[in-house]
């Protein structure tokens, strides 16, 4: 059976959290392997080994692993009886029909009793390679490393590392609320905080049918390609055209960019507090656009008793983009949608709104009620990856 040897990020897991997170590293591993056939997963001396049945599965168990938060990076790995002639066989054979002008050995022996030090392996095998293949050693720069690690009673022979998302596993870090609008930034902002471990819950906001029901689909598809890097999301979707059209009729135009987003916060927050969010979070940066001004995140974030955090606030643009093409929400994002910020505003907002101009101005609004009334009717999806379709049926 194809093996994998997973590495996790060594430095983040250490501590006395450590057997928890790799636990829930190893729970993530087999669910995202959902489908595949004869998938085991285990713990083995400070690895994880994956192990599937068929070779053909190989890239698709490639792809979903580089997408886990908490891997380092993985390779494929032949494995062989923990004794150097079988390690040496195993090696050979791999390396038929590979080309390399030049190699170097690397060994790890996470199990002493193995009677080869990792310097002797990497010599003595290096030195079988040698003499097999005619190529030469070259430490600094090889044109191909070929890895050996002795876990256990097995031992495993690697010609190629793949990188891992990095971060940490999908879940250690509990559970916070993002608020997904459709654009670019805020489906970066969801993956950083999916990256740090977060659960990410996601809340969006559409003047359905007051503006075309682009912006809900647009959602939706993003929200999928998210549920790829934490397998399992819930996405919450918030009526708030009717608020809109009570904005208008009582907030000043240059103000209502920033009501509209603190009434987004409250609902949000209502909806958090709920679905058990520690904390809500942005795609807003620094100076972006108009409204996205010091004093204006000061004035939103005081409609909020919740955390707002904002991984993308010190971002440039093109940063984020590059962000957002990886995970491949960017070509969602940029589909033309009518966003409802934009709704009833005018070009130039407020760039330095008052919270006691912000604080009047809603006075006129039963933001209570509004608040209430939008959260408790808000529409719930469950999203899963793989999707139940791709499941392999019990
Ligand atoms: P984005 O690309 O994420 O839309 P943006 O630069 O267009 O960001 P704004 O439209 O001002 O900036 O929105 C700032 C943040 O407010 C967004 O990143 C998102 O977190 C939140 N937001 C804005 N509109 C919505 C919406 N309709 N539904 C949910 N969240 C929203
Ligand atoms: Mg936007």
New binding site residues.
Partial sequence: MPSVIVHYQEIALKGRNRPWFVERLLANIRAAMAGLDGVKVRALMGRIELQHASHDDWPQVRERLSRLPGIANFLRAAPAACDFDAITETVLGELAGVEANSFRVTARRADKRFPLTSPQIERDLGGRIKAAKGWRVDLEQPALTVRVEVLGDRAFCCLRKEPGAGGLPSGVSGRVA??????????V?AWRMIKRGCRVRF????SYPILSRT?QDK?AEIAALLTRYQLESRLYVVA?GGIQRRVVLAVPPPLR?VVY?RL?LRIAERIARVSGSAAL?????VG??A??TLDNLAVIDAAAALPVLRPLVGMDKDEIIHEARRLRTYEV?IIPDE???TLFTPKHPATRATARQVDEAETALPVEALVEDAAANAERHDLRFPPAAARRPA
Avoid: K, N, Y
């Fill in positions: 993002c608020l997904l609008s459709g654009g670019i930034d805020s489906p902002a809340i969006h906001f559409h912006s959602v708030f960019v987003r987004m979070v942005t795609g807003e940066a972006q656009v409204s996205q994002s966003d409802c910020c």
